[in-house]
C-alpha cells in the first residue's frame, strides 16, 4: 500500500537508470538498498527507482487556469507564507491565492523582500491537487531554490532565480528534503510496513536536483 497517489495533475517520468556507488551520504542510513527489511520484506519496492532524472516543469496555458497569475505579476506580502535565501537579496517564496481555491505559486523578492513577484508556473491548487502539495522553500545557492511539500510526490528546482523550472516525481510520496553544501537529501516513501509507518529511502542530487540516485534505506518513518 502507498501512502498516496500518484500525481494527479502532473504525469512525471520515472526513469530507471544505473545504480551509483554506495557512498556513506547519512549517517541516518541502516542498510543499502541491497539488502531486506528488518520485517523480512524486500526493501526496494518495483517503483522505488534506482535513478531518477528531472523534466522541464510546464506550464498550463493561461487560458486553462481560471484566476491565473502570469510570471511578473506582483504579489502581496501577505500572500507569502515561506520563504527562504542565501543572499540578502534574493529571496524566494510561496505566493498563495487563498480565495482562489489556495492556488500556489513560486515567487521572488530582488530586493530583500520589499517587493515579491510571481516567479514560475502555478504549482497547486489545494483544494485539487492533493498530491501535487508543495508548502516548503529552500534555498540552493546564491540564485536557486527548491519546492516539495510533505506527501506531495515532486520536488522542484530553480537555479536561475526562475527562468528555468525542473521538477522530479517521487512515486509513493516526499516525507522531507533538505541540504548541505549544494547537496540535495530527499527522503522518500516506500511501502506501508507494521504499525503504520512506511519505507523511508534517501535520494541524493549533487547537480542541484537534476539527478538523483538511491543511497540507501533508512529508519521506517510516519508521515
Known sequence: MRPFGLLASLTI???ALTVSDSEATSGAAVSSAQETSSSGRSSVPAFVRRT???IPLPGAPPSSIPNFQPVGALVPKAGIVATAADSQRVLFGLAVYRD?????YPAISTDGGAIWR???PRFYVAAAQAAGNTSHVGALGAHGAYFWGPGGNSVKVTTDEGIHWWITGFAAGVYKVSTTGGMLRTVAFGNQVQGGAFQAFLFVSTN???????HGQLHDVRP
Open 13 to 15: 517520468p520515472l526513469l
Open 52 to 54: 531518477l532524472r528531472a
Open 100 to 104: 482562489f481555491m489556495g492556488a500556489t
Open 118 to 120: 510571481i516567479d514560475g
Open 208 to 214: 542541484s536536483g537534476m539527478t538523483w540516485n538511491l
